[in-house]
């Protein structure tokens, strides 16, 4: 088969529910709804973990959390196990990352042949949480309500400074490509950090949203005595003490996050229009690593399984999956099997470790009965969490909480837990028993454990003496730009046009 060019564009926080079938007709994002158009849609897509690091990890290698070892933002990606790109790669592929994707530890590459920018958040392990002190907030580095009250207009930002870069050099990258000086098939990965907070946003996108009718959550706050347990830990991780969020607080971040997804539209917008300036064709995979609760029940950024934060926006425009509506489940954990189907690369050597699954058949009419899985062990957790999603249910289990139970059907803001309803008891235990084959959580906690303790000790090891950064260092040949004095300047002025001259 014809290995096509993949283009994968990724944001980060973007509420999958803002996506019931492409973007909500209440945005402002032409490009990402003409981009809908002709992709199959997954409305019920799901992170692997709500987390950026270990969202991101997963999304790569088709792992989940357990498998990867990359249970929070400071967990060690290690070498060895195999992403998309190392896959691709090997079948022929050349593989490039412009923008984010959060890897921790000294192997800044995992499978890329290239990488155009640094990434916006640190390699090392310095934002490693510790089960071993149950509610110890991290000040330096702990996500505050700051994002919220702090809500409003910029021109510009560290945020809006990497974005901007991103997309620059992604399309630079996709008019280096055109000129055909490689041939082989391509996989870029364009990856950006918004609508991620703080929610601070360019004056022409924020006046875009002066009349939303969506600037307060569909569920108000829920008291901190009336929430469930997880999300007080989450609402302490978060300060919540030192704020007073009100509605106009609300509004504004509300506002600027959805300003920001008209700017990253715009910047997707950019790169779509240079791949088809450069006449390229491409399999172009659109998704976020995880969402942003945006104020619902008072819950702010991730770092839970309710939809707002779990569920993520995916589309994929690809010839051999028909443009569509899909409702059934799916997860960023199925993206690398379904990368590798579509570019005709065997997955057999590594399938038995591979916790996702091709969903190409299901863009061309198949169906699907596997569970979605998600884990998260990261901070304002002092135990593994872990949830299924099975048809219209959700299933949670912590060995520190009651269970949980939602029918997303009936009960899509999931208010009401179904766990110990008498009349649901046969649906509980039988996603207990899927549960509990899957994972064993106290093997799970201790591996948790053993790793933020060793990373512990690590750091403060490392900054003790001379202290050499993991952080990628983009390279630039100075000598191999532009023109040079090796160079026949009339070669090089013919090879770098595109299109050529007659």
Excluded at 122 to 135: L, Q
Aim: glycine share 6%; with cysteine.
């Amino acid at each position: 088969m014809t290995q096509p060019n993949i283009l994968i564009l990724m944001v980060d926080q973007l509420n999958g529910t803002l996506f019931p079938d492409g973007p909500a007709d209440w945005l402002h994002a032409p490009n990402l709804k003409k981009l809908a158009a002709r992709s199959t849609r997954f409305a019920n897509a799901y992170t692997a973990s709500p987390l950026c690091a270990p969202a991101r990890a997963s999304f790569m290698t088709g792992q989940l959390p357990s498998r990867t070892g990359v249970y929070d933002n400071a967990a060690e990606f290690t070498s060895s196990i195999p992403t998309y790109a190392h896959h691709l790669r090997r079948a022929g592929y050349q593989t490039c990352l412009s923008g984010k994707m959060h890897f921790v530890g000294p192997d800044q590459m995992h499978g890329l042949e290239e990488r155009l920018t640094t990434d916006i958040y640190p390699a090392d392990f310095g934002w490693t949480p510790d089960y071993r002190k149950p509610g110890e907030r991290i000040e330096w580095w702990y996500h505050n309500m700051g994002s919220v009250t702090g809500a409003g207009v910029a021109e510009i930002s560290n945020q809006m400074e990497y974005d901007d870069e991103v997309a620059h050099h992604a399309k630079m990258k996709l008019y280096d490509l055109s000129r055909g000086a490689d041939e082989r098939p391509w996989c870029l990965t364009v990856s950006f950090t918004h609508p991620h907070d703080p929610y601070v946003a360019r004056k022409k996108y924020w006046d875009l949203y002066a009349d939303c009718e969506h600037l307060l959550p569909r569920v108000g706050p829920i008291a901190y005595e009336d929430q469930d347990a997880h999300s007080k830990r989450i609402l302490d991780a978060n300060d919540r003490d030192n704020f007073n969020i009100t509605d106009d607080h609300i509004r504004r971040a509300r506002r600027a996050y959805f300003a920001n997804i008209s700017y990253i539209d715009d910047k997707i917008g950019e790169i779509l229009q240079t791949l088809e300036d450069t006449r390229q064709d491409a399999t172009i995979v659109f998704v976020s690593d995880h969402g942003d609760m945006l104020g619902e029940r008072g819950l702010w950024f991730k770092m839970s399984f309710y939809e707002g934060s779990s569920r993520v926006p995916l589309m994929v425009c690809a010839p051999q999956m028909e443009a569509g509506l899909i409702s059934t489940p799916v997860s960023s954990v199925d993206i690398l099997p379904t990368l590798c189907d579509l570019a005709g690369v065997d997955l057999s050597e590594v399938m038995p470790w591979t916790d996702g699954v091709s969903i190409v058949s299901l863009g061309q009419g198949g169906v699907r009965s596997e569970p979605v899985a998600m884990e998260y062990a990261a901070e304002a957790s002092y135990a593994p969490l872990v949830s299924l999603r099975y048809g219209k249910w959700k299933f949670n289990r912590c060995a520190l909480d009651p269970d949980q139970l939602f029918d997303l059907e009936a009960d899509p803001d999931e208010l009401t837990n179904l766990a110990e309803v008498p009349a649901h008891q046969g649906t509980r235990d039988q996603l207990r028993a899927k549960s509990e084959a899957r994972w064993d959580l106290d093997a799970y906690d201790a591996a948790v454990r053993h790793s933020q303790a060793g990373r512990w000790v690590v750091y403060e090891a490392l900054r003790n003496g001379a202290y050499y950064p993991w952080d990628y260092q983009p390279l630039q040949k100075a000598s191999e730009r532009y023109m040079r004095n090796h160079m026949d300047l009339n070669v090089l002025e013919e090879n770098k046009r595109f299109p050529r001259g007659e």
